[in-house]
């Protein structure tokens, strides 16, 4: 079974980096690291009250969070008035411990789709570290490696929004080829056997 790709402006739609308060003042998403988050209740309380205000001015359309643990979505969510819209997490082909400890099924249980930053590993994929991956994911990609990457994400059914670190428009353009790059079942556990290095019960 063939997993449809998304289209292309989808993709692109995930390629824009969060943007922080802009020059005017508005933003079309804040994002809360997990750091951020205190033990204290005063300035939790703060915190939440923030950015259901800034929300309600207008000022952020909309607020996710980066490299929250479940416990740690929800303790947030619990003092905040307006709902939490992604979890911005580390995921990759070798970065792919969210898939089994239950960070990417929190979200996909809630049908809320994350982010993945650093979806190429911050380039060990294409280090000598890798020659059985990077043989396999060149094949997959008829030569280009990184787009059988990004396609490898984007097969997921929790519809992960890979967040690509480049401004070069022809570097996106050439990433684009990952929504159109088939990627079935048997492929997709090819690869994620190959990276994990052992057979995946």
């Known amino acids: 079974m063939i997993i449809k790709p998304i289209n292309f402006s989808k993709l692109i739609s995930s390629l824009i980096l969060f943007i922080s308060f802009s ?10 690291t997990s750091d951020a988050t205190s033990s204290d209740e005063g ?8 950015l259901d205000a800034a929300i309600a001015s207008g000022k952020a359309l909309s607020v996710g969070v980066s490299n929250f643990r479940p416990h740690d979505w929800n303790l947030l969510q619990s003092a905040m008035e307006t709902p939490l ?8 082909v070798l970065e792919n411990s969210s898939f089994t400890n239950g960070d990417l099924a929190f979200l996909q ?6 982010m993945a930053w650093s979806p190429l590993a911050g380039g060990l994929l294409f280090s000598d570290e890798n020659p059985a991956l990077l043989s396999l994911l060149t094949e997959i990609g008829n030569g280009d490696a990184a787009s059988s990457s990004v396609a490898w994400l984007l ?15 022809s570097r996106i353009k ?4 990952s929504c159109s790059l088939p990627m079935d079942r048997e492929t997709w556990f090819e690869i994620y056997t190959t990276a994990q290095g052992h057979e995946v019960a």
């Open 174 to 177: 050439a990433l684009s080829r």
């Open 155 to 169: 097969a997921h059914p929790a519809r992960i929004m890979p967040i690509l670190g480049t401004n070069s428009l």
């Open 109 to 114: 249980e809630r049908g809320i789709p994350p």
């Open 85 to 92: 819209v992604t979890n911005q997490i580390e995921m990759s």
């Open 23 to 32: 020059f005017n003042h508005y933003a079309q998403e804040v994002v809360i």
């Open 43 to 50: 300035s939790s309380f703060v915190m939440t009250a923030t």
